[in-house]
């Protein structure tokens, strides 16, 4: 149990508020730190030409991609792949034009999940987000965008964010709030080489979100079908026999109603199904978890496609934590989820090595040994629009969907030339790079900003 005194200054700068998180948050020792700096204190709303959220408004979503525009929610601006398949009507994009997303912009979450920061790159534009998330519009007057961005990220930044936050079961956090965190004026030098390194990231993360594109346009050339999902209600017709060698005697619709399914077994290409590859697929399974403070970073199936999981995941005991070997996530293995949101894809890459991060027992690993169908190639394949939709007919469940292992065993796979294999792992290799780059210009960013301020309270 905490406890503290609270004067009537403090009570007024508080904005009146009583409740005692306001007075008894990490915000308030953070900010107590920041005042022993020998440098000028502003806040947010100094360094920013604009801090905004939207009006709340009704989405009009569509199923073609050409009838649209690319719509993100807050939880997905914080993703290494921000393309999620949701359009919202060409007609309504042009009304919600100010919520169009652009480079070199600061996100902040502000709705439930809290503090979440995201620096925008030219991935983000044409994308238009959610009304509830806090745009700020750096400046650079005293602070420039990089160095803004990384305080944000930081425990100083963070812990201000969530200080101010209300609410009841929904927690929130407003615009004049988010204006009021104090950001130190840090000499010029400083700032220089800390917003050099967050430019470095941003490009990076464009670049391999450049690799990963082409790696799937080369496997959609060589496929050479077009895949477009239909909509409405349709009809089919099933034989015995094929009812008999469904999966598990399967007889649900969406097994036999599927576009993904109807165009992979209609390709005129050489397929094989990834169980017949030589690939090891496994998860470890439940074990009781011990949490501790200082641990091994615990990466649970919501976290893994996170930019940065490593800013909010918890912590398992490293010395009660079972089965380590095969919880261990290690470069160039590929996670598949499935439950949930079944058949997202993920590739390790060396930070969570550096980090001795865990993965979550209940995410299928994948290691490949074959030559020709590599762990790069089956990932660049696992993501193409029609094989996605083919998973989506493994499924199974009621509440929470899932899948498992002899499910993904039987997704066809297509044999691609020696040539294209290659040519796709060295992409994938080039896109593993630059994500692990940018992990670490960014991360050597935050840790400069925490020391510089750290050693003037020590």
Not at 19 to 30: E, K, N, R
Not at 80 to 86: A, D, L, Y
Not at 134 to 152: C, H, M, Q, S, W
Request: proline share 4%.
């Amino acid at each position: 149990m905490r406890t503290g005194s609270v004067n009537c200054k403090s009570f007024m700068s508080g904005g009146y508020r009583i409740d005692p998180d306001i007075y008894l948050s990490a915000g308030v020792q953070m900010r107590k730190e920041l005042t022993s700096l020998p440098y000028e204190l502003s806040n947010v709303g100094e360094n920013a030409e604009s801090v905004f959220l939207g009006n709340i408004f009704s989405r009009i979503f569509v199923n073609k991609p050409s009838h649209g525009v690319p719509y993100l929610a807050a939880s997905d601006t914080v993703l290494s792949n921000i393309e999620t398949g949701r359009y919202i009507a060409k007609s309504q994009a042009k009304q919600l034009s100010y919520l169009m997303l652009k480079k070199n912009w600061i996100l902040i979450t502000c709705s439930g999940t809290l503090g979440n920061v995201t620096y925008t790159n030219k991935s983000f534009e044409g994308h238009i987000a959610t009304h509830d998330l806090i745009r700020i519009v750096p400046k650079e007057e005293k602070v420039n965008k990089g160095t803004l961005y990384a305080f944000l990220s930081s425990k100083y930044g963070y812990n201000q964010i969530t200080q101010s936050q209300f609410g009841g079961v929904v927690k929130h956090i407003n615009k004049e709030q988010t204006c009021n965190i104090i950001v130190p004026v840090f000499p010029n030098q400083f700032q220089k080489e800390v917003d050099g390194l967050i430019q470095e990231a941003a490009q990076l993360r464009e670049r391999a979100t450049d690799a990963i594109d082409e790696a799937k346009n080369l496997l959609t050339m060589f496929i050479d079908s077009k895949f477009e999902r239909q909509f409405g209600a349709r009809t089919n017709t099933v034989s015995s026999k094929k009812l008999y060698q469904s999966l598990n005697l399967r007889f649900d619709p969406p097994v036999f109603i599927n576009d993904g399914v109807k165009l992979l077994e209609s390709l005129p290409c050489e397929k094989q199904t990834l169980g017949d590859c030589d690939i090891e697929m496994w998860y470890p399974g439940i074990f009781k978890r011990a949490y501790v403070a200082n641990g091994y970073p615990y990466i649970k199936g919501s976290d893994m496609f996170l930019v940065n999981p490593f800013r909010s995941c918890t912590q398992l005991s490293k010395t009660r934590t079972p089965q380590l070997e095969q919880l261990w996530l290690k470069e160039g293995m590929m996670l598949i989820s499935c439950a949930g949101v079944c058949g997202q894809v993920k590739m390790i890459t060396k930070e969570y090595e550096d980090k001795k991060a865990i993965g979550s027992p209940d995410i299928i690993r994948l290691v490949s040994s074959d030559e020709l169908f590599t762990t790069e190639y089956i990932f660049a394949y696992l993501q193409l629009p029609v094989v996605f939709d083919f998973m989506q007919s493994l499924k199974y469940g009621s509440v929470i969907e899932r899948f498992d292992i002899d499910n993904v065993k039987t997704i066809p796979i297509v044999k691609p030339t020696p040539k294209l294999s290659k040519q796709i792992t060295d992409i994938i290799h080039r896109y593993m790079d630059c994500t692990y780059r940018a992990f670490k210009a960014e991360e050597k960013a935050v840790t400069m900003v925490e020391e510089e301020i750290e050693k003037w309270n020590s």
